[in-house]
Structures are given as C-alpha cells and as structure tokens.
C-alpha cells in the first residue's frame, strides 16, 4: 500500500459520549445533525462518528439510517471484550457489537484505563479480536502528567501502541485509528495541549507504526482528543501528522459538534468561513 499525500488522507471527527445521554437523546442527537452537516456543506469525504453507552447503540443505529446518515457516520461502542462468548458478566463480546451494526469500537480510552484497570496486555487481545471480525477499532493512547514530566510521554504512549498492536497485522490496518489523548488534557480539569506537545509524540507514534507496518503505517489516521473546543482545534488540525479530532464535552450537544467541526475543517481550509 502506497502512503497516501496529506491532502489525500481522509479528515475524522467524532465525539465519545462518555457515560451520558439515553437513547433517546442519542436519537435526537443523531436526528439533529443531518441537517446541519447540509447546512456547512461538510464534505463526503469527512469521516464523522459518535460513540455513545452501550444501552443507546441500537437506537443510534435506527436514528442513523432514518437521518440519511448511514454512510457518513460510523456508530461506535465504548469497550469490548476479546472472547466471542463465556462468563464475562457485565461485558460485551464482538459478535454483540457487529450483529447489531456497530461500526467502530473505542479501545484502551484513558478513563478506562485509569478508572477501571485496562491493562496493555489486555488491550493487547481486544485490539486483534475486534479487527479481525471487521471492526474498526480507535485505539487511544496518552501519558499522564507525572509521565510527561519525568520525559517519558513519547515512550510511554510507542509503549502502549506496540503493545496493542502486537499481533494486529497489515490485512487489518485499513480499519485502524489511533487517538493521542495525553491524559492530563482530558476532561473538565484538563488542560489543552500545545501543538508542540502533540508533535512531540506523535511523530514517535507515526515512526513505529512505519517500523511495524512499513509504508501503509504511514495511511493510519492518528487523532488528537482533549478538551478540543472551537478556539483551539485549528491549532491540532493543521499540525502535520494529525488527521482528525476526538471530542468530548465540547460536542456531546449537537450544537457544540457542529461549531468544532466548522470550525476544524475552516482551519483545514475544506470549508469557508462566515468572515469569507
Ligand atoms: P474532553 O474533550 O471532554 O476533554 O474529552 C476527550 C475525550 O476523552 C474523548 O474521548
């Protein structure tokens, strides 16, 4: 597989709910947004997705095709579990996710990796399992503020990704993304990163996927998420390596989706501003 040119690289945008929104309000959510991607001419080409609980995914799923959005929008969970069945109470295995129509799984999200355990080694199972049934999985990495300051964001989030994609192969790659999301930028208490900081690590990133992968390491969109807002997305879009936005607070209103996309894809220039 050839590395595609930047401007051939296809821009993603989406929002992680988090542990919020009923389906119903995931419906809405859905309902609400056709007409504004209309509205800002949002080009075809811009990959959109919304992760939402587990408890909204068919009704998203519904509220998707009824929205005239089935192919622009994937619909994603929020975890999976590697085994395909088994006494795993309280979890989700892949075949429950595909069999409904589910697009996309988040893994290795720093709050589940902080708050409930995930460990490297476990993502390490999901990541290969939820590929291999057709999947396309985001793949979180980040490092935390105590890891930033003693200097080992880079190898701490290289770390975290070759773990995780040990036994994922080239057959799958079209399905992966990555999302750098340093920890200590994530959520209300969290502080935004600079460009600078992005670049530090996902340049490190990009290099072992190409050391993994070879040149079609190149083609996996790496995305940044962390308190990402309308004022500050232009700094991560027109960074060299980023190829898309992880949003959360920001864009769980469909309101507040809309105004970072616009202005995301103003910064990249695929659309006009209303100054233009
Ligand atoms: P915030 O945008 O609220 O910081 O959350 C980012 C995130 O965790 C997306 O998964």
Redesign the pocket.
Known sequence: MQPLARDKRPFHFG??F?MNQTPAETARFLADLAPRLNQNRVPETVRLFVIPPFTSLPMAIAARETAGLTSRVWIGAQNVHWATEGAYTGEISVPMLTSIGVDLV?LG???RRGLFGETDEALAKKVPAALVAGLQVLL?VGETAEEKAFGVGPETVTRQLKIALHDVGNEALSRLLI?Y?PVW????G?TPARPQDVMETVVPLRHALTEKFGAAGQNVPILY????APDNCGDFVTLEEIDGL??????WQVEGFERVLQAALVARGDIRGDAD
């Open positions: 929002t992680n988090k988040l999200h720093a709050e979180c999302g999301e930028s994530i959520g209300a969290g998420g962390g308190s990402v992880f949003v959360g607070r920001a864009a």
